[in-house]
Every structure is written in C-alpha cells, then in structure tokens.
C-alpha cells in the first residue's frame, strides 16, 4: 500500500496525471487501506484529476461516492468534493445545495464547510459586482470617445445648438514665425586617440551545477497550504473566543480543523491547543474529570476512525491528576480501540499503574507481561521494571528475579541494566521477607497518609517533652512531604517550634 | 537619695526587729514556755544571701521592665559588695548567682557570663553535683529559651570544667543538639561523633546516634547515615529506642534512593515491632514508596 502510494506521489510529482490518478484511485479503493492512507489517496486523487483537467468527472465520481461511503468518511469526501467543484466551476455556487442539504442532517464538517463557502461565495459576488461596474464604466467611456468626431477641435467644432454663429477668432492670434537653428561648430578630430586602459574584470567562472532539492511529495503545497491557512484562522478565533469565557465554542473551531484535515500537522497541533484548553478548565474548576471529558470530545469529533495520536495527547498530559478508575477504564478503551498504535506501550504502563492503585494488581501483572518479552526498547525497559517492582510488591521474589535477569540480559539500556544488577545484588544479600504490607494503608493518596501519620508522630513526641524526636520527625516531613496539602502552614509552625521552642504562635 | 531612703527604711527595720525581740523576750518571760529545739544560727553571710535571693524573687516576679532597671541596679550593686565581702563563704556562690541573674535581666550578657563562671566555681568548691546540676539547668533553660549561642558558651564551659564522665557526655551531646538547632551540621556532626567516639555504650549514645543521622541527612551524606545507623542497631529486640533507629534506617535507604533497601526496612519494622508507633508509620511509607516508584518509572515517558 505504501508503496502505490509513494508511486503515485511519484507520477504526480514527474507531472503525470493520469498514471498518478490510477494509482491514487487504485489505493483509494484498497480494501486494506489504513484510514491515513485512504486520506492520502483521496487527497492525491483530488490534485491529478484537477491537473489532470478531469474535475468535473472527478466530482461526479464524488457524488456517487458519497452516498455509498460509511459516516466517518463522508467529511473527507465532502472536502474533496468542495475543492473539486471549486476547480471545475471557478466558484463555489454549484456546492451550496450539496452542503446546505448535507447541514439539515446535522453534519458538523457540512456546516462549517457551509459557512465557509457561503463566506467565500459573498465575498466573490461583491468582487463581481464590482469589476461589472468597472467594465460597464470603461465601455461607456469607450463608447463615448468612438462617438466623438475626429479631427475637430472645439473651436472647429459646428455648432451643437442652431443658429448660433462660429466664434470669431480673437485678434491676437499667433502669427508663425520662421527659426533658424545657429550654424554647427566642426569638431577636429585628433589624428590618434589616445589609448586607456581597459579595467580588468574577472572572467566568470564555470561551476559544477548544484543538485536542487525536490520537495518532499507530502504535504503537497496545496492541501499544506490550504490547512496552514486554515489552522491561522480557527487558532486566532478560537484564541479570541477563549480570551471572551467561550471556550466550548474555541473547542468547536479546532473540532472544525481537525475534521476537515485529519493526519495533517495542523490536525495534530489543534488536538493540542484544545487539550491546553481542558487543562484550563480544569485548573479554572479545581477538579473534575479532564482526562475523561477530553478523551469523550475527541472521540465525537473525530468519530469511530479516531486518533490515536490526540488521545495518546490526553493520557500524556491529564493522567496525573486522573482517579486511577477513570484512567484505568480510558486506558483499556484505547488499547481496544488502537491494538496496534506506535503509543500502546506508553498507555499499556499507565494502565498497568492505574490498576495497581486501583487494586487490581494481578490484572496490572497481566497486561505488563506481554510487553516484556522481548526488552528490547525503552518502553519495554520500563515495562518491565515496572513488573518487577510489582512482583517485589507482591512478595513474589522468584518472579521479580526472573525479570530483573531478563532485563539485565537483553536491554541495551546500560542505566537500566545496571539498576537491575544492583537490585539482583540487593535480593541476594538481603532477602525480601515474606510479610506483604502493600495494601495495609487502605484508600486514600500515600502521600497524604504518610506525611498526616508522620506529622502525628512528631506531635505526639513533641508533646511527651521528646523535642529532639520530634524536631528529627518533622526535619523528615519537610524533606518528604512537600506536595502534601497544607505544607506551607506545616512548615512555618515547624520553623516556629526549631526557633522558640513552642508550637503556638504567642 | 534613694540611697539614703533604703538605708533609714533598713535602719527603721532593724528598730523594728529589735523591738519585737524585745516584746517577745518580755512576753515569754511572763508566759514561761517550754524551750524548743534551734538549728545552728545562720551565718551573717548566710543571711545576707538569704536577704539577696529574697530581693531577686520580689523582683524577678514583677518583671523586668524598663521601669524596674533602677531596682535591678542596687540590688547588682549589693550583690556584688555582699560577693566581695563574703568571698571566703562557701554561701558567697548566691551573691553570684543573684548578681549574674540583674545581669541578665538588664541586658548585660558578658558580666553574666563572668558572674555565672564565678557562681560555678563557687558551687565546685563547695559541690561537684550541685555545679553539674547548676550547669544542667542553665543550659536546660538556655536552650528552651532558643538562646542557642549563650547555651553553647555555657556546654563549653561545663565541657571544661567536666572534661570526662557522664556530664561531659551529656554537656557534648546537648552541645551537638544546639548546633542542629542552629542549623550547623559540621558542627553538630563532630559533636555527636565525639559522643558516639568515646562513650559508645553510654546513655546517651542512641540518641546521638539519631542526631548524627539528622545532621548526616541534612548535608547529603546518606551513605555515611546508612552505615552509622547500621552500625549502631543494637541486637536486642527490645533494646530501647530500636524501632526509631529501624525507621530512621529505612528513610535514609528512601532518601537516598535505595528503594529495595526501603521496602526491606520498613517491612523489617512492621515484623519485628509491630507495637510499636513507627509501625504504623513504616506501612504508610511502603505506599509512598510503592507509588513514588510506579509514578516515577510511568511518567518518564513524558520526558
């Protein structure tokens, strides 16, 4: 498939239409097609046939595509069908009532499609109208001088209106006088010219021709040009309309871009800014569910096809703050929907955590497990720490060993490799006892359990006359707990118990 | 002026006095009571000292205001007259004590110093405990006044005049907690080395060896904290102290990023001390730990 594609590109690029619009078709129509790659065949199509001159039964072509295609291709299609009208007709009128039809069934990319021709058709019937003016001015001006007679003056002129007489001529008219230009001076021309030196100018030199660079085939100039265009446009409004409180409606303009140019950079940058924009929310409402809520709009916007890369966007920058059940129910829907994504492995770790926290440390064993064999790249290098780690949890040291060797063995990742030897020499010399205390701490974040237990600790020394006790306690706090709630009130009466010896403030 | 006003006022007492013992003498010879049993008569120095502890009582409970700096002054004045004139009596100590306390209270710090060194050596010659008692609740007082630098003065001092023995352990030990007060890790490092150096068995050895761990983990030195603490656990299950050496252990390995270290530790504590109040502590740090780890190891994808 790749291959038919990089071959039409090919035929594209040595200016052969036809060839290219075959094989464009031919990958169009490949029942084994990738969703990317179909986009890139269609887009290809719509360039050959237009430099083919073939638009008008590419568009027809289109139509009947059209009704035959699945939902989540009918945004691709409609674009190619409004470029292709474009070029056949020179305006955008004959795909009014196609996209005005296609909006009464509520298709989001037939609307903002709409809106947009409906711009550009407007702005184009002022532009006529006004270079009609022009003309009819310029052939009315025209037709005004033909009508005047030729060789005639004003004063020569017969008179317009009868019976009024030729003006006489005034008295003091020019007579015409003859000039005699003075006589030519002769010039003697010396016998020998003196001789001046030529200025010496370097020859040019003939160099070797330099190779010119072609372009890369993709992005073609047109469709890169078209989205770049695009994308300046939805970024300034959706900056404007997120500046004036509506950021549902900045997120519709990326929605917008993002559906009209899927697998393009200008879609991929667009994911980002509108993830910057749940971040917002979330920051600006101090909780909630951005991963969750995130990860339901980009799936409205770009339907069942999807983008494994603006999703992965999401696990990437919201899976911190995430419950662990959200993330772990998001996580699983990912791996469902993109089996094969290059972001898997990424996710899969993020799952595997999510389910740990959540409890469910054998599932998180078993969804770790097939990405460690073979360790070959770095996020199987931190799969399997992972998985050891949560062996060593578990109490299961045999397992822990197992895939601490393995790792050690085949990682090409020399840090890791030697972290893991340390561990091995740390589990031989000092055997993990077979007590597991993981999930004694029950619900609640760690960190908080551990720095509030810690700090009650120091108190409780603290008011058994135990000061030292109590200020090594709290020494401990403020090097461990600095994300804890309320650290700064904790540090200062710390400060205040080292500096006077009291915890109250008199 | 007010001189002259004490002294009637003093003169008119001691009118006073007299007088009573006369009545008193004129009554019990016509009354006849039955003799009673007397302690050895105090000294002149002895009551002397008295009258001085009795002033500085008065005045110390009413404060020390500007108001009373003239208060202060006489009586730092016969203090010292009472000093010098006792300075033969083992009972002179007091003057000391009383002028190193108006010198306190009016701000002059290097006379109290002199007058507190003077009031120790007094106490020596009278007592070795009652010096090293003194010194033990001067310092005790110092340092929970957070006077850390005069407290440090003070150890010293009783450093030298207790330069072995379970004082001098006790003064190097309170010397080093000082410096960790004051934010002086060397300092206190070397203090607490000292302790462990030449009483390694003494009471206060534990304790220093927590500290030390505290000053090592302030500068960095985990390695150097780890191996001390090592060193130190003592066999015994119920060995004082054990289960804070144990968890201190355990966050050293944290700190310094010897994870598998950590989890062993804390899991150590809970076996071995399940009753104790780090227990409960130690389980709490196996979460952190667990979850500092798997964050750790999933977000370097982000990087």
């Not at chain 1, 009024?164 to 003075?182: F, I, K, L, T, W």
């Amino acid at each position: 498939m790749a291959t038919d594609l990089g071959a039409a590109e090919a035929a594209l690029a040595r200016r052969d239409p036809g060839a290219a619009e075959a094989a464009f078709r031919r990958a169009f129509e490949a029942a084994d097609a990738t969703a990317e790659q179909r986009a890139r065949a269609l887009d290809g199509l719509v360039a050959a046939a237009i430099e083919g001159g073939r638009a008008g039964a590419l568009a027809a072509d289109l139509e009947q595509r059209r009704a035959a295609a699945p939902r989540d291709q009918q945004a691709a299609l409609l674009a190619a069908l409004v470029r292709t009208c474009k070029a056949r007709d020179g305006h955008f009128h004959a795909i009014l009532p196609a996209l005005e039809k296609d909006t009464q069934t509520a298709a989001p990319a037939a609307r903002r499609l709409l809106q947009e021709v409906q711009a550009g058709t407007a702005q184009m019937e002022r532009s006529v109208k006004r270079l009609g003016a022009e003309l009819a001015l310029a052939a009315e001006q025209q037709a005004r001088e033909a009508a005047r007679p030729k060789g005639l003056s004003r004063l020569t002129r017969p008179a317009a209106v009868p019976g009024v007489g030729q003006p006489s001529r005034p008295d003091y008219a020019v007579q015409a006088q003859a000039y005699a230009p003075p006589p030519r001076q002769r010039l003697r021309v010396p016998a020998e010219l003196p001789r001046v030196p030529l200025p010496q100018v370097p020859r040019a030199r003939l160099d070797a021709p330099q190779a010119v660079t072609k372009p890369p085939a993709w992005p073609r100039p047109t469709s890169a040009r078209l989205a770049a265009a695009f994308f300046t446009q939805a970024y300034q409004k959706a900056t404007e309309l997120a500046g004036e409180g509506l950021v549902e409606s900045a997120k519709a303009e990326y929605a917008t871009l993002m559906q009209l140019f899927p697998d393009t950079p200008q879609a991929q940058q667009a994911a980002r800014y509108a993830l910057g924009l749940f971040q917002r929310e979330r920051i600006l409402a101090q909780g909630g569910d951005p991963l969750g809520a995130y990860l339901q709009w980009i799936r409205a916007v770009l339907g069942p096809k999807g983008s494994d890369y603006a999703e992965h966007l999401g696990f990437r920058s919201l899976a911190g703050d995430a419950d662990p059940a959200v993330l772990a129910r998001e996580a699983e829907e990912f791996v469902k929907r993109y089996p094969d994504s290059k972001y898997g492995p990424g996710v899969r770790l993020q799952l595997a955590v999510a389910l740990d926290r959540t409890g469910a440390t054998p599932r998180a064993i078993e969804v770790l497990q097939p990405l460690v064999s073979p360790i070959d790249d770095e996020p199987r290098v931190r799969a399997a720490r992972i998985l050891a780690w949560l062996y060593l949890f578990q109490g299961e040291a045999a397992a822990a060993r197992g895939v601490l060797e393995a790792l050690a063995a085949q990682t090409t990742d020399p840090d890791a490799a030697a972290e893991a030897r340390r561990t091995l020499a740390a589990l031989a010399a000092n055997p993990l006892p077979k007590l597991t205390i993981a999930e004694v701490v029950g619900a609640g974040d760690p960190d908080e359990v551990f720095s509030a237990r810690l700090l009650d600790l120091a108190d409780q020394c603290l008011q058994r006359n135990d000061g030292e006790r109590a200020v090594d306690l709290y020494e401990l706090y403020l090097r461990v707990a600095r994300e804890s709630q309320g650290f700064r009130a904790v540090r200062d009466r710390i400060q205040r118990i080292k500096r006077t010896g009291r915890a109250d403030e008199e | 002026m007010n001189a002259r006003v004490r002294t009637a006022g003093r003169g008119w007492r001691v009118c006073a006095a007299a007088l009573c013992l006369l009545a008193a003498g004129g009554l019990g010879a016509a009354e006849a009571p039955a003799p009673e049993k007397k302690g050895p008569e105090p000294t002149p120095a002895a009551r002397a000292m008295a009258a001085l502890e009795e002033r500085l009582a008065a005045l110390r409970k009413e404060g020390t205001g500007f108001a009373l700096r003239g208060r202060y002054e006489a009586l730092l004045t016969d203090a010292s007259a009472a000093a010098e004139a006792h300075a033969a009596d083992p009972a002179a100590a007091a003057a000391h004590l009383v002028v190193a306390r108006c010198c306190e209270a009016l701000g002059k710090h290097p006379e109290k110093e002199a007058a507190f060194e003077r009031y120790i050596d007094a106490l020596m010659a009278r007592s070795r405990d009652e010096a090293a008692a003194a010194l033990r609740a001067e310092s005790d007082a110092l340092v929970a006044r957070r006077e850390l630098f005069a407290a440090t003065k003070l150890l010293r001092l009783m450093l030298a005049k207790f330069p072995d023995g379970p004082e001098a352990a006790w003064a190097l030990y309170r010397l080093g907690t000082c410096h960790l007060l004051m934010d002086r890790f060397e300092d206190a490092a070397a203090a607490f080395g000292e302790v462990l150096t030449r009483w390694p068995e003494g009471p206060a050895a534990t304790q220093a060896r927590l500290r030390l761990a505290r000053a090592y983990l302030a500068q960095g030195r985990h390695a150097e904290a780890i191996a001390m603490l090592e060193a130190g656990l003592p066999k015994e299950a119920d060995a004082p102290l054990r289960d804070a050496l144990l968890f201190d252990l355990a966050m050293a390995r944290y700190l310094s990023r010897d994870y598998y270290g950590a989890l062993v530790g804390f899991q150590r504590l809970v076996r071995e001390a399940p009753s104790s109040p780090y227990a409960p502590l130690a389980r709490a740090g196996v979460a952190k730990l667990r979850s500092d780890l798997l964050n750790r190891l999933s977000a370097s994808e982000n990087k």
